[in-house]
């Protein structure tokens, strides 16, 4: 079912669904962006529909919302592991078609990679219901187009943005919000059909040991700082690693928490006693590229890139990951 | 040719090596100018200099080659400059076709700044331009730069007031992944104001200094910046014949009302203290803070100012620097 | 919904002093684990390592944990009596079945041994069910050598042929001397088909060791290796051991060779 609603309507609904929800979309944080007089957006808690940043892509995901930064998976009282107590209200998250594939592929691995499923992500995970946000004309970088991530269907509710608000709502349980709202009208999301980047896939049966070898990952040795922008900004890198912590002033308790792991940052690979592997910027390139267009597909049937592009508005030293996958298709030719 | 040279010096024309010759100096506040005003510039170099101009270290620009009198035409081909580069500023200069009223105070000079430069703090630009409303036209001797970080590029350290873009890093230890970047780069090229513990970042406030390092290497967005704008001062560096020395750090962290306020009280203090018998009645900043003493010279600068809560202020000064002679010092003649 | 990052806490019942730096831990244990799997050693406050077990037997698992960090500086300070939380056990193992009436040689460097004990002394409990068994075993020096005790006892084995080797001469060592590598060319192997080979050991160790064994004609997949990596979960989700599209710890770490050598990190 379809409506059309004014902002303000919209506005006493978003307040009705906080009762019940805790409502992200990508926010602004001004002037406290990286470099003076610039602006931070991402997701953040809204009040109101306006608050919400329409005309410029989140610099980071949504995906810290399902996996936060830093997540305490454990408390220390004396011995005892003591799990956090689970927060009561639903998720309702804004987000674009791109980005509802990316949530799909962390779905893969932090519900099906293994026969176990991680709890912590599976409880936030439960909660949440997508607003897809209609995007036709996407942003510089985006290769969505290409990934076959600019189309979904996994929503609860989808919107239109303009002089007032066209939404498709196909679950019944967010009906009783909208209720005495708007007007019924006809209406399905468009999504965009050619984004400025497009990327030729590499054909993956040709992909062997062979390509790790090449030449073109030398180039990115030189040019790659390992920073991890391009992993930690990416809706689908979902490694992690684990900080145990004896509280300062009370060295008795404590906590373990998971952290964000980013694999171009040092120490990725490095166990106790000293040994790591990819001590080359390159091969750490080499090893995210691989992963994201060629192994994740390899292991599971799709690839994981989802083309959202903020790994190439994120690189300080203006590496283009699409540009970047361009150059494999080159060598390997073609996915068919 | 009769030529008053101290009007003509006030005027920002000089005397020159070659007789019957002048150089006239044009003001640039902030450093940045619409490409426009070359075209003047060019005009007068051409038809009345040399067909040359120099680059000035306070960014202005000296067109050499002038005869005197030549300077009120080229005052009157000037006016558009004055009236985009002054008084459009907000400066106060009545006469827009007599060129420029006063030479003493220099051009507020200023690094790139946050305009272009992904380190700068601040627009200094936007500042200098500020301080020049707040300050000119003055005759006495004083010199002002702005520049966006401690790289200092504008050399804010040899100035009488140097004014320095600080920056408040906020840390949100949530989205801090330990990935240490921010550590390492601050030990190796800042001042090792952080440090790892249970994972988290530390910071020493009194370490820091405010440059926004750690901001800029953050790959997660656990440093962010507080978006009020701060300013270190440093004040008193100098270059000259008796005693170089850079400037010391007089404020920490205060805000921009605050420097332009502490500037402008300044030059109470210079017409309470100057040597009224100073040669051509010219003394410059620096050496009436030296016969007055820092302290006196603080009591005037922070008159009815309100220092934020985190502001800092020296309590005493160590100028040093060095001295060619220490018998300039010294008076033989008197009692 | 299950927790699989909560540990259980086990019982330390008897700690042996191999070297300076390794000491074996027998814990009360009530899972059987599969030859070359491995457990998450979980310290509260301290944090989390993967271990390989040693050995098992009734009620019992060994691991073997050489001091190198923070969460095996703890474990050093324990006790019997002492116990430590434990999760798993992960990964796939070796399947003895694979080597069960066949001439097999294991060839381990240092910690390496390590992984494939407990293969060892199934066999040498069981000479039955083997053919023959060639074990060529490396250390740096004679003050790294572990399990000595169950080594000299190997050696008496009918079915066994053990040769132990550390890396360069010594004072006061008769033995043999030189990396393991150095050993393979002399193996008698009577019959290349019925045979199996495991190598595990430092990556350059394995990596060598293979390329002596394919020189004499063995096939890729007669040889298993297991791999170690960082890891943070155990359970294929914090992504440090992936290579390729594989998970160290859920498809490994034991790899046959055809895979392993495909792996790159």
Redesign the interface.
């Known amino acids: 079912m379809a409506l059309q609603l004014s902002y303000e309507a919209f506005n006493k609904v978003l307040q009705e669904l906080k009762n019940e929800y805790k409502i992200y979309a990508p926010i602004r ?9 610039t602006d ?1 957006v ?1 997701y953040g808690e809204i009040n109101r529909i306006e608050e919400m940043v329409i005309d410029e892509k989140a ?2 995901s949504p995906k810290e919302i399902l996996f ?3 997540q305490t ?2 408390y ?1 009282t004396s ?1 005892e ?1 003591q ?1 956090p107590k689970e927060e009561d209200k639903k998720i309702i998250i804004f987000l674009r078609p791109c980005d509802i594939h990316g949530v799909m592929r962390l779905d893969q ?2 519900l099906k ?2 026969s ?5 992500y ?2 936030l995970r439960e909660k949440v219901k997508f607003f897809m946000i209609e995007c036709t004309e996407g942003f510089d970088n985006c290769f969505c187009v290409s990934m076959g991530t600019n189309q979904t269907e996994s929503y609860s509710a989808a919107i239109r943005f303009g002089e007032e608000l066209i939404i498709d709502f196909k679950d019944e349980e967010l009906s009783p919000a909208f209720e005495g709202f708007g007007k019924t009208v006809d209406f399905s999301p468009e999504f965009i059909q050619k984004n400025k980047v497009e990327v030729r896939l590499p054909d993956t049966e040709n992909i ?2 062979s390509l ?1 070898e090449q030449d073109m990952w030398k180039e990115y040795s030189q040019r790659c700082i390992a ?3 391009c ?2 900004v990416c809706m689908t890198c ?9 509280y ?1 002033d009370n ?1 008795n308790n ?1 906590e ?1 928490r ?6 171009h ?2 120490g ?11 001590k080359n910027y390159g ?1 750490r390139m080499r ?1 995210k590229t ?2 994201k267009i060629y ?2 597909k ?2 599971n049937g799709y690839h994981m890139c989802v083309g959202c592009g903020r790994c190439d508005d994120a690189c300080p030293e203006y590496i283009s990951f699409s540009n970047c996958i361009n150059k494999v298709t080159q060598i390997v030719g073609e996915e068919q | 040719m009769d030529i008053n040279t101290k009007k003509i010096k006030k005027n920002a024309y000089r005397v020159t090596k070659e007789r019957g010759k002048t150089a006239l100096r044009i003001r640039v506040p902030g450093g940045h100018l619409e490409v426009k005003y070359f075209d003047i510039i060019k005009e007068i170099a051409e038809k009345f200099g040399d067909g040359s101009v120099h680059i000035t270290i306070r960014q202005g620009f000296e067109v050499p080659g002038i005869d005197f009198d030549k300077i009120p035409k080229i005052n009157r081909m000037i006016a558009p400059i004055i009236q985009g580069l002054e008084l459009d500023y907000g400066v106060n200069i009545e006469e827009v076709e007599q060129g420029y009223p006063a030479a003493g105070t220099r051009n507020v000079s200023a690094c790139i700044g ?1 305009k272009v430069c ?1 380190f ?4 200094t630009t936007d500042l200098a331009i500020k301080i020049e409303k707040s300050i000119f036209p003055n005759d006495r001797h004083v010199k002002i730069a702005c520049t ?1 970080c401690p790289n200092d590029c504008i050399k804010a350290h040899m100035q009488d007031f140097g004014i320095i ?1 600080q ?1 408040e890093p ?1 840390y949100d ?7 240490e ?1 921010c550590v390492k780069n601050c030990k190796k090229r800042v001042t090792g104001a952080l440090r790892m ?3 988290k970042v530390k910071r020493d406030e009194d370490r820091c200094l405010g440059c ?1 390092e750690c ?8 440093w ?4 009020e ?1 701060f300013f270190r001062v440093v004040i008193m560096g100098r270059t000259g014949k008796r005693n170089p020395r850079l400037a010391e750090t007089f404020l920490e962290w205060v805000d921009e009302a605050t420097v332009i306020k502490i500037i402008q009280n300044t030059y109470d203090f210079i017409e309470s203290y100057i040597d009224k018998e100073a040669p051509g009645g010219k003394e410059h900043i620096g050496y009436i803070v030296d016969r007055a003493g820092y302290y006196t010279f603080k009591e005037y600068a922070l008159k009815d100012v309100t220092l934020g809560p985190k502001a800092k202020v020296a309590q005493y000064i160590d100028f040093g620097g060095y001295k060619y002679e220490r018998n300039v010092y010294f008076d033989k003649n008197s009692k | ?7 259980k ?1 086990y019982e330390i019942i008897d700690i042996q002093h191999q070297t300076k730096i390794d000491y074996t831990y027998r814990l009360a244990y009530d899972i059987t684990p599969q030859n070359g799997q491995f457990v998450e050693v979980s ?7 993967p271990i390989s077990i040693s050995d098992f037997g009734p009620g019992y698992i060994d691991m073997t944990i ?1 001091r ?5 500086d703890y474990l050093h300070n324990l006790r019997v009596g002492d116990s430590m ?1 434990l999760r798993g056990p992960y990964g796939n193992g070796f399947s003895l079945d694979q080597y069960k009436g066949k001439h097999l040689i294991i060839t381990a460097g240092g910690t390496g041994l390590a992984p494939v004990k407990s293969i060892i002394n199934h066999f040498h409990r069981n000479p039955q069910e083997i053919e023959k068994l060639d074990l060529l075993i490396g250390f740096k020096s004679s003050k790294d050598i572990l399990f000595a005790e169950e080594i000299e006892a190997w050696k008496k084995n009918e079915k066994f042929n053990v040769i132990l080797t550390i890396d360069r001469e010594e004072e006061g060592w008769s033995g043999n001397v030189g990396l393991v590598t150095q050993y393979v060319p002399a193996l008698h192997i009577p019959d290349t088909d019925n045979l199996e080979i495991i190598i595990v050991g ?2 350059m160790m394995m990596k060598f060791t293979g390329l002596e064994y394919l020189k004499r004609n063995i096939r890729e997949d007669q040889i298993w290796v297991s791999f ?3 890891m ?2 155990g ?6 051991c ?1 290579i ?4 160290v ?2 498809e490994g770490p034991v790899f046959n060779y055809a895979k392993a050598k ?1 792996l ?2």
């Open positions: 944080l001004q002037g406290t962006g990286r470099f003076s007089d931070v991402r610099h980071f936060p930064i830093t998976l454990f220390y011995e592991y799990e691995v932090f990679n293994g176990l499923q991680d709890v912590y599976e409880r062997d040991n790790f920073c991890g922008r992993n930690f979902s490694c992690w690693t684990m900080q145990d912590i004896a300062e060295p404590g373990r998971r952290v964000w792991a980013g694999c940052v040092d990725f690979t490095d166990m106790a006693g000293g040994h790591g592997f990819r091969d090893y691989m992963h192994d994740f390899k292991r | 946050n992904p700068a703090n601040y627009n966006g873009g920056v906020v230890a949530s989205r801090c992944v330990g990935c970047a513990e249970n994972y926004g901001i800029l290497k953050c790959p997660t967005g656990a962010s910046r507080n978006p704008k | 919904m299950k927790n699989p990052y909560i540990p806490k310290i509260p406050k301290i944090g989390e390592a050489r190198v960090g923070k969460v095996t939380f430092p990556p170690e990596r960082k943070s979960c359970i294929g989700k914090c992504g440090h992936k390729d599209e594989i998970y710890c859920l495909q790159m990190d």
